[in-house]
């Protein structure tokens, strides 16, 4: 089945259909998920209630662009409103007046595993998670991210910067912890 | 933008992927394809209430057509009471009145012995009480409910007379008639009636206790959740279960305790039918298997609790309810009165403390602060009314308005309970 017969039947809402476009990207969207999340059961929980929208909207998609594409954005904008919904969320967004970490131009290398790093980024505070994530992975511009967030370009600006530091700090700490263990033979 | 860092790491997560559960694709479809479910539920409701329905118009019918007879009766009885101006008693047994056979009727046997020749009483023959007996020398029976036309003779004695006015001071009455009815005849044999006789009138209650207890109340939600195999919850991070272990199922919490109390007041609206209202005080409890820990205390807002390991957490709700019911009697077997009911409940929440399962995640629960202070529900069930005027009933009981609403989903209570009413007054019609 093409592209165009799998969302054309999946606008005339056939299950067949439906599973097949959720088995091709759900495990790909699930790990986009896991990146914005503090938990694999919130992450599982934002992948249902992006697949749902996928398929109640799925009639607005035009063949412009990638459908994984079309997919992802509405998985990042479901995360963000997940995030804001939950208070628990909520008290982990950090007041940007106090000073975490110095703001940091390195480029070291990463060596860490794949698992390693994300588990990495989803230690970082609520909305330095987000930013990032938007930023450093998805590509997407300041100004796109403050459209997005509702919020400052120069707070978005900020907090990137404050992010991207915290986040080589922890994974320069990270990798010398690796690296002990790994000495230790643990 | 991107520097080298973010390139790398860019790189690195490009093609980072996590299989999902099949609990999710379940729960996405159930979400996406919920109409089969609902029309399943309302196809049971209505074949329900179509069945009830089918019920009581047969029953009506029934009445209708015994209200004829009785009515035929009557009026045959007032014209032969005019007719005979005797007194109808047992010192006035004597011979009343000859009647002629008509063509239609069987023939009339005469007891030579005794010579002498009565007309049986009309209204105990139309309504069949005597069925044909041509064994009996000593009583001849004339029946034709058909055409009206009831003549008989037979040999009147006292015993018979008596035994006849009793039945008719039963019918006038209005009391509940038995099915075995025998009169006696001179030679000492008896004629039983094996004919069907429809009670009279509803023996009237009016205040009386309800007093609703028991093990067999049973609590559930629509549409229900069901547990998936056990997950595992090893993410390490906030919500997660530290040191990761694998969860066991959960179950639906529905089986539960209740205990109720009230006052309720019936009234009679004509035979069959009778309105019934009042005030119950309800304590519901259950046992809801969750976890060891929760990541939440109670009390909080609306967060959910993510549990691990079999734990028990005792849920419990107050209400108090205003029914508004409408009885139907049907009539009587075994002595004792049937009726269905059937109507609206409003219920108020005092306070409670439930755990609302999450649906579609095994082992997360909502807070009770979902639930609604306020719901409608309507009831179906049927009761027995004990020769005391001890009420047992059997209901079902099904949400109008939703529980509480959760994902887009309205969630309806349902309930199934078995309850004994005392009376506190009993005013049946003597």
Not at chain 2, 33 to 61: A, E
Not at chain 2, 277 to 285: C, E, K, L, P, W
Request: glycine share 4%; proline share 3%.
């Amino acid at each position: 089945m093409n592209k165009e017969d799998l969302i054309k039947k999946c606008i005339a809402r056939k299950k067949d259909a439906q599973y097949l476009l959720y088995q091709q990207y759900a495990a790909q969207m699930l790990g986009l998920c896991y990146r914005y999340t503090k938990s694999l059961e919130d992450a599982e929980d934002v992948l249902q209630e992006g697949f749902i929208k996928v398929f109640t909207n799925i009639h607005q998609y035009k063949n412009e662009g990638e459908l994984g594409g079309w997919i992802r954005r509405i998985m990042i904008n479901t995360a963000i409103t997940y995030i804001n919904k939950h208070k628990r969320y909520k008290k982990e967004m950090i007041n940007d007046d106090v000073l975490l970490h110095a703001v940091s131009e390195d480029n070291p290398e990463i060596k860490l595993e794949v698992q390693d790093i994300i588990e990495t980024i989803r230690q970082l505070p609520g909305n330095y998670q987000i930013v990032f994530n938007l930023i450093a992975i998805e590509g997407y511009k300041y100004n796109e991210v403050c459209d997005l967030l509702k919020q400052n370009i120069n707070t978005i600006r900020s907090q990137y910067s404050r992010a991207r530091a915290m986040l080589i700090q922890d994974l320069k700490n990270n990798e010398v912890l690796n690296i002990k263990n790994n000495a230790k033979g643990i | 933008m991107q520097k080298e860092f973010e390139k790398n790491i860019e790189k690195k997560l490009s093609n980072f992927s996590i299989e999902p559960s099949p609990q999710i694709w379940e729960d996405i479809e159930r979400a996406l394809h919920p109409q089969r479910k609902d029309s399943g539920v309302f196809w049971w409701w209505f074949s329900l209430i179509g069945l009830i329905s089918s019920f009581i118009i047969w029953q009506t019918i029934l009445l209708t057509q015994h209200k004829a007879n009785y009515n035929t009766t009557k009026v045959q009885l007032q014209k032969r009471d005019k007719n005979l101006a005797i007194p109808f008693n047992k010192k006035n047994a004597t011979i009343i009145e000859k009647k002629k056979q008509t063509t239609l009727l069987p023939k009339l046997k005469e007891n030579k012995t005794a010579g002498k020749k009565v007309a049986q009483k009309d209204f105990l023959t139309t309504r069949n009480i005597f069925p044909p007996n041509n064994n009996d020398d000593n009583l001849s029976v004339a029946i034709t409910n058909n055409n009206r036309q009831v003549i008989e003779e037979k040999l009147v004695t006292p015993n018979v007379i008596a035994d006849a006015e009793k039945i008719k001071m039963i019918d006038c009455n209005k009391k509940f008639i038995p099915s075995n009815i025998s009169i006696k005849n001179p030679d000492s044999s008896t004629v039983q009636s094996n004919s069907y006789i429809p009670q009279k009138i509803i023996a009237k209650r009016k205040w009386f206790w309800t007093v609703n207890a028991g093990l067999l109340s049973v609590n559930t939600i629509f549409p229900g959740y069901s547990s998936a195999a056990g997950s595992n919850y090893n993410s390490g991070s906030t919500g997660a279960i530290s040191p990761p272990q694998t969860t066991t199922n959960s179950s639906n919490p529905n089986k539960g305790f209740h205990l109720d109390a009230g006052v309720l007041v019936e009234q009679t609206i004509n035979r069959h039918w009778s309105f019934l209202t009042g005030a119950t005080y309800s304590y519901q409890q259950n046992n809801q298997p969750t976890g060891n820990r929760v990541d939440s205390s109670l009390g909080t807002s609306n967060y959910f609790f993510n549990t691990g390991k079999n734990n028990t957490v005792i849920n419990y709700a107050h209400t108090i309810k205003i029914p508004f019911l409408l009885n139907y009697y049907i009539n009587a077997i075994h002595n004792k009165n049937w009726y269905f009911f059937t109507g609206i409940n409003t219920e108020f929440l005092l306070f409670n403390n439930w755990l609302i399962a999450d649906n579609t995640r095994q082992l997360y629960f909502y807070n009770a602060s979902l639930i609604k202070k306020f719901q409608l529900t309507t009831t179906f069930g049927l009761g027995i009314q004990f020769k005391n005027n001890v009420h047992a009933t059997i209901e079902i009981e099904q949400g109008i308005t939703p529980l509480y609403q959760f994902n887009n989903t309205n969630y309806f209570k349902q309930y199934f309970s078995a309850q004994i009413q005392f009376p506190i007054k009993y005013s049946a019609k003597k």
